[in-house]
């Protein structure tokens, strides 16, 4: 029989839901429940246009008993549900909590998940396992009493985007556990997770297991599901078959004179001194093969401020990860679930470092 625990409530056939429960989710467990053996989702496109996949039933109950057995989640415990179920992140917590019993609690996506108005049902109570993405966090700890709501939250997942040094570091003054995921549509949300301010590297969840091909890409072994392996964009390295460090993406990977560098790595020590949105990409050059480029977001970026973000970051970086250019655009591009498209704008305006006159 069917069974689902929202918000308080007890239901036992949709049409108990569907006054009780938002389109969207609705929707989704109307799919659920029906006879068929997959559920329709859409990768992310931040490596492509989004594309419509079939999700395996089987396969997402397989991934959802695999984080639950992890954090010990079962007919006792509160999920949180803050995430758009139009993605393989919400649809699975939803899963999840259908899985283990468990109730699930919902509120409005937006950026202030943890945004008192009144109306919400998680109010005093005890969360077993919420999951946001990095900008929902970034935005609650910027509020005192969202900040404090992290109090009522045992385990936190971020997934969706790279966890920021920056981040990281305010996650240390709240006592959820929190842990960064690693994982893909394709593989039924996460496959590994990483606790923040603890370790660097990911952890393979369950019987998942690793391996590189030649590029140095991560192989993922994923017996729990019907694929079983993925070769994936990834370039890590690896700690035995079990835990890896990721150092970015095959496609971002720049080569210049000779020197393999990744964006995302320099992009790490740029984090604290850059106000805004930001990316590392190249572009080509008869010289180097491919040279650094810094793009940065927003209209206020002129000469005088660029002079002195290039002596703030000078020291930060290696001689070859030092931008020749500065690339200024006043917005970036988006997916459609808000990740940034690392490439740059027609619009954008180039200004050459050689210009910029800072003094040695």
Sequence with gaps: MMEV????RVYTCLEQLREQADEELFLFLEEWFDDRSYVLGHTSGSTGAPKEIQLSKADMRASARMTNA????DRESVLLL???VSYIAGKMMVVRALEA?????TVKVSSHPLRITGQEEYVDRRIDLAAMVPMQVEESMKSESEKQRFGYIRHLII?????????????????????????????????????????PAYFALGEVGFEQDERGCLIINAPHLQARRFVTNDMVRLHGNKRFEWLGRFD???????????PELIEQKLVRSIPGRFFITSRPDEVLGESVLLALEGAHW??????????????????FELPKAFVVSPFFRETTSGKVVRTLPENAVFYPVHQLRVSE
């Design 159 to 199: 997934g969706g985007a790279p966890v920021s040094v920056a981040l990281e570091e305010r996650l240390k003054k709240i006592p959820t556990q929190c842990y960064a995921t690693y994982g893909m549509t394709e593989t039924v949300s996460h496959i590994a997770l990483k606790k923040l301010n603890s370790d």
């Design 82 to 84: 803050c995430l758009s």
């Design 5 to 8: 625990r929202l918000n308080g």
């Design 302 to 319: 002129d000469f005088v401020s660029l002079q002195l973000l290039l002596q703030k970051i000078r020291p930060l970086l290696g001689r």
């Design 70 to 73: 992890f954090f010990a989640i």
């Design 101 to 105: 019993g468990a109730e699930l609690l």
């Design 252 to 262: 971002y990977v720049i080569n210049s004179g000779g020197i393999k560098l990744f």
